[in-house]
């Protein structure tokens, strides 16, 4: 079957917005792969820090994204043969990957790894650009939203179950200069693709989210 007839579902939207958590049962209810595209960069920010590699080397940063060796298996993300599932995690690697994902070397670098993962029986992509630039022939895209303050209760309560410590305000401050970066930097910004499908979570479970994400789908 020629790529771009496997079905895609975009699910792109700003940190925190439960994306990942969406994205994940949509997969698992439809059978469908998963891409976090989100900890590629991820991978990338933590592999540099562990290397060493300046974060304003953009030739460097995006050799280090070219040569990551990774693994997705069983919820488990895999950097050579360490499982770092917990390690990029981390508020640093997380502010780390937002600001090397502004260089258009390291996008480029990540570009074609990403759509490998376009395979049958279909696949639900979590991140910013998915309906916009890796996969616009997307069959359904969708845009998750929700309030700054929602989004950094739900990262509070993220962090603290996983071991991780945390400060509300922090993370709203957080929160808010990664949306900025986010959304102003010249390549590939957070925004939604012109025929994304808008859905607010604020106020509804992650449950409710993939039922309407289901629903669409089924309406296509
Ligand atoms: O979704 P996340 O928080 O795991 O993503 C980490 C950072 O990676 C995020 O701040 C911006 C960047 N990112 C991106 O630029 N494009 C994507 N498709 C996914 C993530």
Do not use: C
């Not at 770092?84 to 502004?102: F, M, P, Q, Y």
């Not at 989004?151 to 808010?176: M, V």
């Amino acid at each position: 079957m020629p790529n771009s007839n496997i079905p895609v579902i975009t699910i792109d939207g700003p940190t925190a917005s439960g994306k990942g958590t969406v994205a994940h049962k949509v997969a698992d209810r439809l059978g469908f792969h998963l891409l976090d595209s989100g900890a590629l960069y991820r991978l990338t920010a933590l592999s540099a820090l562990r290397r060493g590699t300046a974060l304003n080397d953009e030739h460097a940063l995006a050799k280090v994204a070219e040569h990551l060796t990774i693994r997705f298996h069983g919820g488990h993300v895999y950097l050579g043969t360490e499982e770092v599932s917990h390690a990029i995690r981390a508020e640093e690697v997380g502010n780390t990957a937002s600001r090397i994902a502004a260089l258009p070397a390291v996008r480029q670098a990540l570009f074609a790894l990403q759509l490998g993962f376009r395979e049958t029986p279909g696949l639900v992509a979590d991140g910013r650009d998915m309906g916009t630039v890796i996969f616009p022939t997307a069959q359904l895209k969708v845009f998750l939203t929700a309030s700054v303050e929602a989004r950094a209760q739900r990262r509070y309560k993220q962090l603290i179950d996983k071991g991780f410590s945390a400060n509300i305000d922090d993370l709203l401050e957080d929160l808010q200069s990664r949306d900025a970066r986010d959304t102003q930097r010249a390549v590939a910004p957070l925004m939604p693709a012109e025929d994304a499908h808008l859905l607010d979570t604020s106020q509804m479970t992650a449950d409710e989210a993939v039922e309407q994400v289901l629903a669409w789908y089924a309406g296509k």
